[in-house]
């Protein structure tokens, strides 16, 4: 099942990840999403890098236009 995807140039995975620490501090994340990406044939970092950039620069976009609310609300530290 994996030998396929070493044939592809561009493979993901997104889904939940667990943490096993025993932190009990507010800011400490047990439980998160993860993006996993592999590409293939990667010939420059340059490449690299503005893949991330572009993939950044998209994934934010999108946040900021579809909750835009939900951003505000987190800047002014409001939990209503």
Known sequence: MFQISTGLTRVYTFGPTFRADNAVDRTHLAEFYMLEAEIGFVKDITNLL???EDF???VSRSVLESSMDDMLQLRSGSTK
């Open 56 to 58: 950044l620069k998209t």
């Open 50 to 52: 503005n893949l991330i």
